[in-house]
């Protein structure tokens, strides 16, 4: 199976657009987010690296700020925008890394190469992100495994080939499965089971939701509502 590549500008729209319909109850989409991209290519191309809190600094110099860290970095507090002399003082022990930008675009193109062999249909959405369109997948490919064991095996493969971790989402509707992604960092994959939509929404922040600015984010949190109540 090789998919329909398809490029899709977050400044242009939502990804639903490049999609199907988002109202459409039999969707299968799943999103593929890569996990500190930044900071995993760099472990991914020096394994000494594994174990340790890592992160990538921006700037001409690449020691300005925060622009990648690690999972292991984000426990001492250091994350995106945080200088990288004040990363150094909450991890003495940690790494920085200076961008390797070519090396970052190669690795995301051989995890797409991968991803493409999955789906009739793939959106890239970023240099770490896309979409797949599995709603024809229960008819051709899932009465011989289930879609929980199809997305683990994309995972495993894409960390044994790169080196890369990847976090994954399962939904009816692009927009759902990138928030069932965010809700499965540090799990590896969600799954938002067709009819329980609402059931997955009402426990997650409107913080989540994309394309919120933090203004309006600011005046929604005020009202005790959860996600699932406002879609």
């Given at each position: ?183 499965a960092k540090g799990v590896g994959f ?42």
């Open positions: 199976m090789v998919a329909r590549r398809k490029q899709c500008r977050p400044e242009a729209g939502d990804a639903v657009a490049c999609l199907l319909p988002m109202s459409a109850r039999n969707n299968r989409i799943l999103h593929i987010d890569g996990d500190s991209f930044f900071a995993s290519c760099e472990i991914a191309l020096d394994p000494k690296l594994e174990g340790r809190p890592v992160w990538v600094g921006g700037g001409r110099r690449g020691d300005g700020i925060v622009i990648a860290a690690n999972r292991l970095a984000k426990k001492y507090g250091i994350k995106t925008g945080t200088a990288c002399f004040e990363a150094k003082r909450l991890c003495p022990s940690g790494v920085l890394c200076r961008p390797h930008y070519d090396a970052y675009r190669e690795l995301s193109r051989q995890m797409f190469l991968i991803l493409e062999q999955y789906a009739p249909t793939l959106v890239s959405y970023s240099i770490d992100e896309g979409f797949l369109d599995f709603s024809s997948m229960d008819t051709h490919v899932w009465r011989n495994t289930t879609p929980t064991d199809y997305v683990q095996g994309i995972r495993k493969r894409i960390l044994k080939e790169t080196r890369l971790p990847v976090t994954a989402g399962l939904a009816n509707s692009a927009k759902l499965a990138k928030l069932a992604t965010d809700a969600i799954e938002v089971p067709p009819g329980r939509e609402k059931d997955f929404l009402n426990d997650r922040p409107v913080q989540e939701l994309s394309g919120i600015a933090k203004n309006r984010q600011r005046s929604l949190v005020r009202i005790p509502v959860a996600v699932g109540q406002r879609f």
